[in-house]
T-cell receptor, first 111, second 113 residues
Framework: GQQLNQSPQSMFIQEGEDVSMNCTSSSIFNTWLWYKQDPGEGPVLLIALYKAGELTSNGRLTAQFGITRKDSFLNISASIPSDVGIYFC???????????FGKGTKLTVNP | SAVISQKPSRDICQRGTSLTIQCQVDSQVTMMFWYRQQPGQSLTLIATANQGSEATYESGFVIDKFPISRPNLTFSTLTVSNMSPEDSSIYLCSHDRVGAEAFFGQGTRLTVV
């Protein structure tokens, strides 16, 4: 099936640093979503993107829908310890209600 | 978004037995989805549960192993049948009440011994 390539797999950063992660695909997606999952919890939606080129912010988080519709990135500015978790990208293709998920980026923030 | 409650939150089960996971949404939703998340892995869609019709299963998942019920627009169950240790995973339900945005329950952490 369709796959999303998410990178990096893991990141170790110092508190206050900015973070960037991305997802790419060989196919076009109509929707890109970014989720965060804390241990023992389900994924929580952070940002939803619906238009190519769209840049959307949610507090310290910013995500963009790539102009080619085959990629998306998520930036976290001025990281804090509670940003720790696994971040997943997810995409939806035209004509399908199903979401395809990336493999996740595990973020560790050192105080 | 509608709030999703999933239970049990975790269970330890003997191999060969079955476990039914319940997912309750606090408002009516058209589609509900069941995912599996194996340890350290991403989410894989098991099936889409539609009210009034049989669930639609993804490649690699079959109804005999993962029977699903969707008796109304706010509730669904997933049964993991004849369990083996390979079924140890987190099972998550979600709904898509707002466009493409899927909202998840807290998951059921299943350990099969």
């Amino acid at each position: 099936g369709q796959q999303l390539n998410q990178s990096p797999q893991s990141m170790f950063i110092q508190e206050g640093e900015d973070v960037s992660m991305n997802c790419t695909s060989s196919s076009i997606f109509n929707t890109w979503l970014w989720y965060k999952q804390d241990p023992g919890e389900g994924p929580v939606l952070l940002i939803a993107l619906y238009k190519a080129g769209e840049l959307t912010s949610n507090g310290r988080l910013t995500a963009q829908f790539g102009i080619t519709r085959k990629d998306s990135f998520l930036n976290i500015s001025a990281s804090i310890p509670s940003d720790v978790g696994i971040y997943f990208c997810a995409g939806q293709q035209g004509g399908s209600e199903k979401l395809v998920f990336g493999k996740g980026t595990k973020l560790t923030v050192n105080p | 978004s509608a709030v999703i409650s999933q239970k049990p939150s975790r269970d330890i089960c003997q191999r060969g037995t079955s476990l039914t996971i319940q997912c309750q949404v606090d408002s009516q939703v058209t589609m509900m989805f069941w995912y599996r998340q194996q340890p350290g892995q991403s989410l894989t869609l098991i099936a889409t549960a539609n009210q009034g019709s049989e669930a639609t299963y993804e490649s690699g998942f079959v109804i005999d192993k993962f029977p699903i019920s969707r008796p109304n627009l706010t509730f669904s169950t997933l049964t993991v049948s004849n369990m083996s240790p390979e079924d140890s995973s987190i099972y998550l339900c979600s709904h898509d009440r707002v466009g493409a945005e899927a909202f998840f329950g807290q998951g059921t952490r299943l350990t099969v011994v």
